[in-house]
């Protein structure tokens, strides 16, 4: 089955910028889309189609994806972006959904 | 505007059922591409996705769960349902559900979950 691996656990300065790596075979071919999880709140979607933002969500989410790696990218982060963050695709081959192992944001 | 509640049972026995309802608003689980998921998060584990049920009834589950999950949908009352057998200490989660969208962007098709529940606690503990 089609595994998705994230690093553990990220940490960054207010204001400077965190990087998310997301890595799985041939992703680049995929729709990568990423969520984001404060402890006690719904799940919120702030990356959808490697790169395209929903609603409300703010410009400093970013993302990308080629090769075997897709990228979340906070610029400016801010202590209320501390979370758990997960990236997520579809294996079209059994219409199955998969979600990476998961990365803690830590705002020193 | 789109909403989902999960509800069940809070502490359950081993091997046990569990059985949680999912009640949602703002959409119709009758209408073409769209689809609702089950996923859950055990404490310090990452999420797991376990089933998601289509408009035209098309069921799928997680492997790994496959024998011992069971997703149903009640358009009337715009509700699914999953249930989950024989159930463990493992099985100790936060679980939610989540509508599926389905959307193409640059000529390819990308499947997400843009709106969630707020998930249930279910501790499995005899």
């Known amino acids: 089955s089609y595994a998705l691996t994230q690093p553990p656990s990220v940490s960054v300065a207010p204001g400077q910028t965190a990087s998310i790596s997301c890595g799985g075979n041939n992703i680049g071919s995929k729709s990568v889309h990423w969520y984001q999880l404060r402890p006690g709140q719904a799940p919120v979607l702030v990356v959808y189609d490697n790169s395209d933002r929903p609603s409300g969500i703010p410009e400093r989410f970013s993302g990308s994806n080629s090769g075997n790696t897709a990228t979340l990218t906070i610029s400016r982060v801010e202590a209320g972006d501390e979370a758990d963050y997960y990236c997520q695709v579809r294996d079209s081959s059994v219409d199955h959904y998969v979600f990476g192992s998961g990365t803690e944001v830590t705002v020193l | 505007q789109i909403t989902l509640k999960e509800s069940g049972p809070a502490l359950v026995k081993p091997t046990q059922t569990l059985t949680l309802t999912c009640t949602f608003s703002g959409f119709s689980l009758t209408t073409s591409g769209v689809g609702v998921g089950w996923i859950r998060r055990p404490p310090g584990k990452p999420l797991e996705w376990l089933a998601l049920?289509?408009?035209?009834?098309?069921?799928r589950y997680s492997p790994s769960l496959q024998s011992r999950l069971t997703i149903t949908k009640d358009t009337s009352k715009n509700q699914v349902v999953l249930t989950m057998t024989n159930m463990d200490s493992e099985d100790t989660a936060t679980y939610y559900c989540?509508?599926?969208?389905?959307?193409?962007?640059?000529?390819?098709?990308?499947?997400?979950?843009?709106?969630w529940g707020q998930g249930t606690l279910v501790t499995v503990s005899s």
């Open positions: 989540a509508h599926r969208r389905r959307m193409v962007v640059s000529g390819k098709w990308g499947y997400y979950f843009d709106y």
């Open positions: 049920i289509y408009w035209n009834d098309n069921k």
